[in-house]
């Protein structure tokens, strides 16, 4: 067993896990955060994916064990009280999913793709970037979309932060 | 996945040590380990996490000479501005390893203790004549990869780096499995001091391998025009559902267009 201790959406949390406990078992079944999917064995449909000290990575891929001591982030973790994040806004807006099952995992990765690319995106840049998440329904073009209108958004903020910094 | 006992080392000494325990594994990036312990291809009895030890961590780039440490990242290999100054194909080749997960977690030296046929670091490494260092000593990228998932390293054998001079020219080129990402062939063309060096992976039966035509034409004029009219024989290489290996062959010499290509660019 181990004894593991991880910051989740900045709750502290601790709890003594079997060895062999993958990360996206412990944030579903230990801590109730079912937001998280599991959507495939072979680390290749991205449904699971979360941020580890601030970085987009397979939690079906991560021990739980080697996640300890680190800060997670979830999909449950990204909207502010009742205000979505702007990524999730833009999916609802750009009507970015149909059966939601990848959802997560998109909203995650595209966070994290966003936040690496402050100069912005564009659309070969953001279907390359989802090389590692899959959809089943969609066809991706309306994911893509709200990735890049999200991106708009995010930078737009960003500016008018800096403006008022300035 | 079978029960399992988790280690974090401290150090590269500790990780040694802790590796005699049963029958341990490293842990590294875990983007091929923990896929395989999943599926119950690998059921070692016990982990030792490496990805803690500071000591194998980080690119370092004197001069042309480049250190990159064993559990460095892909992504961290893809963004490393000093090594994109002198070697932008490394990085180039980091940056279409899999997802931006996978890049985030994955390692070089997980990648090349793995020596996945159709892993992309092998080509880079066997091109560029790199030196494998390991906590016992130091294997020249010509001993080291000696076959299918196999490679000189030893029981308990960690890879703490990979070092290599940085050559004048480099480029690499793979042509991805459209579902896998992995290299269905790849081609890593070096112009040094030694002259050309081409490594493909990705293709061959047993792994990465040195391609002498187009090394010849290439060490002739290194432009992609040289290779119009070569070939390369079939045998020796990978047939499977994904390809044929006279399709492969093919490949073989129109990666190495593009490799050169991009290596002029
Ligand atoms: C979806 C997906 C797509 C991928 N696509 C590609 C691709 O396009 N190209 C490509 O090249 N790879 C690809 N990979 C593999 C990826 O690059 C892995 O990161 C890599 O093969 C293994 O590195 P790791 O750090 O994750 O090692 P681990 O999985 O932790 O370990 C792999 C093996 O190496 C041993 N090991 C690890 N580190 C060391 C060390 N320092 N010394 C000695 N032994 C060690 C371990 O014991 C284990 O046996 C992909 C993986 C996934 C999941
Ligand atoms: S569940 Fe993690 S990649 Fe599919
Ligand atoms: S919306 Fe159904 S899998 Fe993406």
């Known amino acids: 067993m181990s004894d593991v201790s991880l910051t989740v959406n900045g709750r502290k949390v601790s709890a003594s896990v079997e060895d062999r406990t993958l990360l996206v078992h412990f944030l579903r079944e230990n801590l109730g955060l079912t937001?998280?999917?599991?959507?495939?064995d072979t680390s290749q449909c991205g449904a699971c994916v979360v941020h580890v000290d601030g970085k987009a990575v397979k939690s079906c891929t991560m021990l739980a064990a080697q996640?300890?001591?680190?800060?997670?982030?979830?999909?449950?973790?990204?909207?502010d009280g009742a205000d979505l994040h702007p990524v999730q806004a833009a999916f609802k807006e750009n009507h970015g999913l149909q059966c939601g099952f990848c959802t997560p995992g998109m909203i995650m990765s595209a966070t994290d793709m966003i936040n690496r690319h402050p100069q912005g995106l564009d659309e070969a840049t953001?279907?390359?970037?989802?090389?590692?998440?899959?959809?089943?329904?969609?066809?991706?073009h309306n994911i893509v979309k709200a990735i890049l209108a999200a991106s708009e958004e995010m930078s737009k903020a960003g500016k008018g932060k800096a403006k008022k910094a300035a | 996945m079978y029960s399992v006992n988790y280690h974090r080392a401290s150090s590269v000494a500790d990780a040694?040590?802790?590796?005699?325990?049963?029958?341990?594994?490293?842990?590294?990036?875990?983007?091929?380990?923990?896929?395989?312990?999943?599926?119950?291809l690998a059921a070692p009895?016990?982990?030792?996490?490496l990805t803690y030890i500071a000591e194998l961590k980080g690119i370092t780039v004197s001069g042309k000479t480049v250190t990159i440490g064993g559990a460095t990242t892909h992504a961290e290999v893809a963004a490393n501005a000093k090594l994109k100054s002198v070697c932008p194909a490394i990085c180039h080749l980091a940056a279409h390893i899999?997802?931006?997960?996978?890049?985030?977690?994955?390692?070089?030296?997980?990648s090349i203790a793995n020596n996945d046929p159709a892993a992309d670091y092998p080509a880079a490494l066997l091109a560029l004549s790199a030196t494998i260092v390991t906590n016992k000593r130091e294997i020249s990228a010509d001993k080291y990869f000696t076959g299918l998932f196999e490679t000189a390293l030893k029981e308990g054998e960690i890879v703490t780096g990979v070092t290599f001079t940085a050559p004048a020219k480099a480029g690499y080129s793979k042509f991805p499995n459209p579902a896998s990402r992995y290299a269905m062939t790849g081609v890593f063309v070096a112009k040094g001091k030694d002259g050309v060096r081409v490594a493909v992976t990705g293709a061959g039966e047993d792994g990465v391998f040195r391609s002498k035509p187009i090394e010849a034409a290439l060490a002739k004029k290194f432009d992609a025009a040289a290779l119009e009219g070569v070939s390369v024989p079939s045998a020796g290489l990978m047939s499977d559902?994904?390809?044929?290996?006279?399709?492969?062959?093919?490949?073989?010499?129109?990666?190495?267009?593009?490799?050169?290509?991009?290596?002029?660019?």
């Open chain 2, 45 to 49: 009895s016990d982990l030792v996490d």
């Open chain 1, 126 to 140: 953001v279907r390359a970037e989802l090389e590692g998440n899959i959809c089943r329904c969609t066809g991706y």
């Open chain 2, 241 to 265: 559902l994904h390809a044929s290996a006279e399709y492969r062959a093919n490949l073989v010499v129109v990666m190495a267009k593009r490799a050169v290509a991009a290596a002029n660019a």
């Open chain 2, 98 to 110: 899999g997802d931006p997960h996978v890049r985030h977690r994955g390692t070089i030296g997980g």
């Open chain 1, 67 to 79: 996640a300890s001591g680190s800060t997670v982030v979830t999909i449950e973790g990204l909207a």
């Open chain 1, 35 to 40: 937001g998280t999917h599991v959507g495939c």
């Open chain 2, 16 to 40: 040694a040590k802790l590796s005699k325990k049963g029958d341990a594994k490293f842990l590294s990036g875990g983007m091929t380990l923990i896929p395989a312990m999943k599926t119950r």
